[in-house]
């Protein structure tokens, strides 16, 4: 009997050494160690990982130099040093009451228009760049491990379609009018939120949380969600409510500022640092739920932590940004062709993996067509269908080679 591509996709997996000497506290040795070289390949191993990551950190850096530097209005990159340098020496006076800025003499060789650019307007975006763009990433690598699927990405649950259903509330009905100027964020986030509860209590059945039910909830969940938008749209008596959903969609940084960065900065922080730790765990679910049971993982609790982190954090990024897509479902593949398939390396590596990738993208999607300024869930998508036709050729081409 033929095997499934579940069952292959699995086999793949398992046939890595990287997952299997993973899954042990002591390490299993691969055949270059049994020959007698039991320390280089792991110290050559161990030392690739922080390099890249190094590298990764300093790329990570030029990235933001860029994103704040160039636009519409290129300023540079001197300038935009000079008034990072200036504000960060100010904010830390004010919380610590030490005058450094006594200690150091910076010149304000920059206009008000600059500053303005530069500080209020661009790095808000960029840092919300970073934010987003590194939170769907762990987030898509852990949903590839728990639903044992490489096409799977945050937005598998629905949540996209439900943080939709939230934002059209609150344009066309006022719905969350009490908060103001955050209302739209609020709406999409407890639409998320709502959609998550939805497709968990669909996919429940008997005590357990199955994989394959959960996908079919969420893929059923988003269908009904993003009927329900389209028929709030066309029933509604607001003609730009389409326009501003439709812009809202697409994903988009523009228009952040410093006061928004709180709720994703905390859920990025708090979520990625849960989801690394639990990256053992997933190395032992990648190779089969009887195996991961075996090495001591609660399945059940396991699965539905992780299910709850990952909405959280995935609500809170659609809530600031809208759905920009790919980013999840990319940089994952991405990374596992740079480190392999061993989460504990995985996981890092894609939080500064996605939040380069965004940046990035946000100044192209912001000059390549100036003066029109694309939402950088256009670039992204432009780029993903490719991407995913390729993804899509690659596996068959595995499961053919395999059989």
């Given at each position: 009997?033929?095997?499934?591509a579940?069952?292959?996709?699995?086999?793949?997996?398992?046939?890595?050494?990287?997952?299997?000497?993973?899954?042990?506290?002591?390490?299993?040795s691969t055949?270059?160690?049994?020959?007698?070289?039991?320390?280089?390949?792991?110290?050559t191993e161990?030392?690739?990982?922080w390099?890249?990551?190094?590298?990764?950190?300093?790329?990570l850096?030029?990235?933001?130099?860029?994103?704040?530097?160039?636009?519409?209005v290129?300023?540079?990159?001197g300038?935009v040093?000079w008034?990072?340098a200036?504000?960060?020496?100010?904010?830390?006076?004010?919380?610590?009451?030490f005058?450094?800025?006594?200690?150091?003499?910076?010149?304000?060789?920059?206009?008000?228009?600059q500053?303005?650019?530069?500080?209020l307007?661009?790095?808000?975006?960029?840092?919300?760049g970073?934010?987003?763009?590194?939170?769907?990433?762990?987030?898509?690598?852990?949903?590839q491990?728990?639903?044992?699927?490489?096409l799977?990405?945050?937005y598998?649950?629905g949540?996209?379609?439900?943080?939709?259903?939230?934002?059209?509330m609150?344009?066309?009905?006022?719905?969350?009018?009490?908060?103001?100027?955050?209302?739209?964020?609020?709406?999409?986030?407890?639409?998320?939120?709502?959609?998550?509860?939805?497709?968990?209590?669909?996919?429940r059945?008997?005590?357990?949380?199955?994989?394959?039910?959960?996908?079919?909830a969420?893929?059923?969940?988003a269908?009904?969600?993003?009927?329900?938008?389209?028929?709030?749209?066309?029933?509604?008596?607001?003609?730009?409510?389409?326009?501003t959903?439709?812009?809202?969609?697409?994903?988009?940084?523009?228009?952040?500022?410093?006061?928004?960065?709180?709720?994703?900065?905390?859920?990025l922080?708090?979520g990625?640092?849960?989801l690394?730790?639990q990256?053992?765990?997933?190395?032992?679910?990648?190779?089969?739920?009887e195996?991961?049971?075996?090495?001591g993982?609660?399945?059940?609790?396991?699965?539905?932590?992780?299910?709850?982190?990952?909405?959280l954090?995935?609500?809170?990024?659609?809530?600031?940004?809208?759905?920009?897509?790919f980013v999840?479902?990319?940089?994952?593949?991405?990374?596992?062709?740079m480190?392999?398939?061993?989460?504990?390396?995985?996981?890092?590596?894609?939080?500064?993996?996605?939040?380069?990738?965004?940046?990035?993208?946000?100044?192209?999607?912001?000059?390549?067509?100036n003066?029109?300024?694309?939402?950088?869930?256009?670039i992204?998508?432009?780029?993903?269908g490719?991407?995913?036709?390729?993804?899509?050729?690659?596996?068959?081409?595995?499961l053919?080679s395999?059989?």
């Open positions: 009997m033929e095997r499934s579940l069952d292959d996709y699995r086999t793949s997996f398992v046939a890595n050494s990287i997952v299997i000497r993973s899954l042990g506290d002591k390490p299993i055949p270059a160690e049994v020959e007698g070289n039991t320390s280089s390949p792991k110290i161990r030392l690739r990982f390099l890249l990551l190094g590298g990764l950190i300093g790329l850096l030029i990235s933001v130099m860029l994103g704040v530097s160039l636009g519409p290129d300023i540079p990159i300038v040093w008034i990072a200036s504000e960060t020496i100010n904010i830390f006076s004010d919380i610590t009451s005058e450094l800025n006594r200690w150091a003499d910076i010149e304000e060789n920059w206009t008000r228009a500053f303005n650019i530069i500080w307007i661009r790095f808000p975006r960029v840092l919300m970073f934010f987003v763009g590194a939170g769907l990433a762990v987030v898509g690598a852990t949903m491990a728990l639903v044992r699927n490489p799977a990405d945050p598998i649950l949540i996209s379609s439900g943080a939709s259903v939230g934002a059209v609150v344009l066309a009905f006022g719905a969350f009018a009490f908060a103001g100027i955050y209302a739209i964020s609020v709406g999409a986030f407890f639409g998320a939120i709502l959609t998550f509860l939805t497709v968990f209590l669909l996919a059945s008997n005590g357990r949380l199955h994989p394959a039910r959960l996908i079919l969420g893929v059923a969940v269908y009904f969600f993003s009927g329900l938008t389209s028929f709030i749209i066309l029933t509604s008596d607001n003609r730009e409510l389409a326009r959903v439709l812009a809202w969609l697409l994903g988009s940084l523009a228009g952040t500022n410093w006061s928004e960065l709180t709720l994703p900065a905390a859920a922080f708090f990625s640092v849960y690394v730790l990256a053992r765990g997933l190395n032992a679910l990648i190779v089969g739920d195996t991961a049971a075996t090495l993982v609660d399945l059940a609790r396991f699965r539905c932590s992780l299910f709850l982190v990952v909405s954090v995935t609500g809170v990024m659609v809530a600031v940004s809208g759905a920009i897509g999840g479902l990319m940089i994952p593949h991405i990374v596992r062709l480190v392999g398939t061993d989460h504990r390396r995985v996981m890092p590596v894609s939080i500064f993996a996605g939040s380069i990738f965004l940046i990035l993208f946000d100044v192209v999607a912001r000059t390549a067509f003066p029109v300024e694309l939402p950088v869930g256009v992204t998508s432009l780029l993903g490719p991407f995913f036709l390729w993804l899509l050729h690659r596996q068959m081409k595995n053919r395999m059989q």
